[in-house]
Every structure is written in C-alpha cells, then in structure tokens.
C-alpha cells in the first residue's frame, strides 16, 4: 500500500464507530493513475454522485478528491487510487445520523500485475455458483456491501482460473466478480443491464459511450456459449479477452481488438500496466 | 460510546486495509449485559460461529471475548457490547487472504432508552417500501452488509413511528428493520423464515426455544394485517408489543404478556432496560 489520506489527514486508521465499518454504509471508486492522469475520472465523479444519491450520502468536493489523489498517488509512476466514502461516524442503529459526516479515504496501490499472455490469448473463466440477489435500490453503484463478491470470488482458488461468471436468481448473466462482461452473440455486441443487480462499471460506461451498436439487454448462459467473441472490461484492468468458459473455448475477436486499441488510445499503453 | 478494545488493545481505530471497512467482510453481534452478566451470551457466540462458518473466517476464541467483553462494559451497571469479527486486512481484491488474520472490535453502549409506554401499549409500525433481496448464502447471519436496513430506515423519520416492516421480493412478511416479527394468526403464533432473507435473531432463537407451539412459516401482509396480536423481539431491546401497523391497530396479547414475563425472568428486568 502506498500513502493513505483520511480525511485530508495521513493517517492510516478510520474510527470503529464509522458507518463503512459498521454497516458496509458508504461506496468506493478504485481508478487507474498514470502519473497524474486518471483516463477516466469524470466518469468514476460521475458514478460516485449517482451512488451518493441513492444512498442519501452528502457528495464530497471533487476538487478535493482530485487534490487528494494525486497527493496519496505521486510517488508512483502508475497507481491504482481508491477512494472510499462513508456515511461516517454515527452511534449504534441504522437511522441515518441528523447531521452526517462522511468520511473520505484515499489510498494509493500498485496496479495489478496483468500477464501479456492474458491480454493476448485471453482469461480463463469459470461459472460460480453463487448466484446475485435482486435489489434494484443497490443494483448499479459501486456500495461497500460486497459479501456476494468475495464469497463467488473463494468458490475457487486454483490461479490458472482469473475470473468467473456471475449469474442472477433467473440464471441470466450478469458480469465477471470484478469486472464486467461483453460479449458478440448472433453478430450483436451485447453486455447485461444491471439495474437489478450488479455494478455499472466505469469502463463498461466508456465502451457504451464509444459502441454505439453495442446493446444491453438479457444475456442466458446458454446464449453466452455460444458467443463469437467475449471479453471483460475493467477500470482498472483495462479490456480482456475470454479464452475460456468452463470447458467451451473462444477466441479473441475483432471487437476485442478494437477496443484494447481504444483503451490503449485513452493513454492506458500496455507498459503501464503495472 | 464507552470503551473499546481493538484485537485486546484499547485503541479506537482500525486499520483503513480492513476488509469489513473495504467490502462489509465480517460479522456483528450486539449483546445486551446486565453488568457482567449477559443471559443471551451463548446464543451469540453459536450465531457468531454459524457467521464464521458460513463466510469462511476463522473463529474468534470466545473465552478470549468474553473476557474482553467485561473489559469493555466493567465501568456500565447496564451495556450493549458490540462484537464486530472481520476477516482482517488484505490488499485490493475480493479474493480471501491466503493467511487470514481477523479482527475483532469490542466496543460498550448504554442500551437505547426503553419508554414504558412502549412496553405497555405497543409500538407503531410502518411498512416498508424496500424489498430485502433474496439472497441464501447471506440469509440468517448477523453479517456486517447492512445497506438494506439502512435504506428501510431511511424511509421514515417521524420519531412517533419506531419501527418498519420489511418484505422480501415476494412480498412475504419477514421481520422490522431491527427486531424479528411475531404474530398470532389464526389463533397459530407465526415467525417469519429467514433462510431466503432476513437475520436470525438470537431473541427469536429463545422464544423459538420455550414456545414449542410457535411455528416458522411464510407470512403475507394480509395475514399479519388480522393477526390477533403482533409483538417484536430484539435481544437489545427484548419484547416489543405493536399497537399499530400503518392504519391497523392491536393490542397486546397474552403471549406477548408471557414473554415479556420470561424475558424479566432470563435477568432482563424493565429497570434495566437502559
């Protein structure tokens, strides 16, 4: 871990009696620096207000986000920042405190190490188990409830396995543990809706906004199967292709190709990545 | 907020690496003491260890616990000891820690004032508009992803109305947002299940335990609506009687009479009650 700011304060600890610890009350953003450029930080602003909102946690200032990340991030020349912003302090209950604090940490880390090999021929998946609730007031932000992840994420431990699928209550795909999930079926570029469950990703945000003949809409597994191509996008990671889905093998496409390029093009060069 | 004690030492903080910080990775149970005494503490510590087991995070020694939980509440004639258990710090990822190293979080409160007129005539209630998804590999255990019951509670901030009513997806009945739900139908005294949905109160665990005739069944709204009598149990807050449930009223039972007797008996005497 590199330096941490709470609060504007270089510390290292938050309180025990902070919402984020006591409830998971409070959401985060986890943006890739290089040097001082965050590609896509308007769109991570973007999504931590929409989470604010729903969750009725005052916005912090932008600016001072902005300030505090390259403060925490400077020393290193690629980083991975997470902001972490809680309801704050509050005593025992769930009524939301009269006058709320939020709390705001920042913390720089190195990026994840990402094998040439896996953005090359691609990531081998498996299916999980564990299948995602529906809760469409949670569906979408990126909150600090994330039991479901880290319980679908230890269904597996062998390393030759990168991700896997998440599925609904119905069975529907919906994304990978940590990123999400595009693929081409029936000559359609298409990626889950995540209104009812699931996170709207930043990067999936951008491929949209550059795709416009991508769609989002119901994805069965069976229909995934038999994708042409497939691939995970992540803010963090970047675009990956699928080489595998259980038994079934896929290669990367064009698609696939296009937009590594675009992400490449963002200023996120292949050297960069940790 | 009394004392605390942070993996036996007395220090307020814990680390911003925390999992139960970064994802909601852990547990909580909140444990009424009637100074060293707490009559519910065994009930605790087998729900604890049910959380444990389910998320994969080693179990806390409960001898070490007990001896902490005196620490924190000596200084209380009344308290409710908080018990967090977290799977610890990690780095970035959902993935679980090779090496886990939990953390605990002992913390003392002065239990949340009781009105007599509460216990007497009952509480007013209000019904919900969030539906708890339906999640089973979370259902049942005190974990710390509590978003859901924060939003509930959001709902409302009327002080004269002091709980609400949770449904899930279906719109069965399963508990308030703080409290398990009793209701005597059909002349059959009925709590919801809560393998889908919901939190196993270790409250309902006791009642369950000296009320054989009590059955766990699917409860609908229109059902509870004509129940004959309506109570809640909290092991904070003990046996709640509701005396209103939106524009329907109810007046306390005498089941709701027997339990509130039996709880005084367990060492929860109404003077205590904070």
């Known amino acids: 871990m590199g330096r941490v700011l709470v609060n504007g304060i270089p510390v290292e600890q938050v309180s025990v009696m902070d919402r984020g610890l006591a409830?998971?009350?409070?959401?985060?953003?986890?943006?890739?620096?290089?040097?001082?450029?965050?590609?896509?930080?308007?769109?991570?602003?973007?999504?931590?207000?929409?989470?604010?909102?729903?969750?009725?946690?005052?916005?912090?200032?932008?600016?001072?986000?902005?300030?505090?990340?390259?403060?925490?991030?400077?020393?290193?020349?690629?980083?991975?920042?997470?902001i972490t912003v809680t309801r704050g302090q509050g005593e025992r209950g769930y009524a939301?405190?009269?006058?709320?604090?939020?709390?705001?940490?920042?913390?720089?880390?190195?990026?994840?190490?990402?094998?040439?090999?896996?953005?090359?021929?691609?990531?081998?998946?498996?299916?999980?188990?564990?299948?995602?609730?529906?809760?469409?007031?949670?569906?979408g932000i990126k909150h600090l409830n994330r039991l479901e992840q880290v319980l679908a994420r230890a269904e597996w431990?062998?390393?030759?396995?990168?991700?896997?699928?998440?599925?609904?209550?119905?069975?529907?795909?919906?994304?990978?543990?940590?990123?999400?999930?595009?693929?081409?079926?029936?000559?359609?570029?298409?990626?889950?809706?995540?209104?009812?469950c699931g996170v709207a990703g930043v990067a999936r945000a951008e491929l949209l906004a550059i795709c416009p003949q991508a769609r989002i809409g119901e994805m069965t597994l069976e229909a995934l199967l038999r994708a042409s191509e497939i691939f995970l996008s992540s803010s963090v990671r970047g675009i990956l292709p699928v080489r595998s889905v259980g038994e079934r093998t896929f290669q990367p496409g064009p698609s696939t190709r296009e937009l590594q390029q675009h992400w490449r093009n963002l200023g996120f060069s292949r050297e960069q990545a940790g």
């Open 23 to 82: 409830y998971g009350d409070g959401l985060f953003e986890s943006i890739r620096f290089v040097g001082a450029v965050a590609p896509l930080w308007s769109r991570h602003m973007q999504r931590l207000a929409e989470g604010c909102r729903r969750l009725q946690i005052p916005l912090p200032d932008a600016s001072q986000l902005w300030a505090e990340a390259l403060e925490v991030s400077r020393h290193l020349a690629h980083s991975v920042v997470r």
């Open 157 to 196: 431990c062998d390393p030759a396995i990168a991700e896997g699928i998440l599925r609904d209550t119905r069975g529907l795909v919906i994304s990978a543990t940590m990123a999400n999930l595009f693929a081409r079926i029936d000559g359609e570029l298409l990626t889950p809706a995540v209104d009812r």
């Open 96 to 139: 939301l405190p009269s006058r709320p604090q939020p709390s705001r940490v920042l913390a720089a880390f190195a990026p994840p190490a990402l094998v040439d090999e896996n953005l090359d021929r691609g990531l081998d998946l498996r299916i999980c188990d564990l299948r995602l609730a529906e809760q469409p007031q949670l569906a």
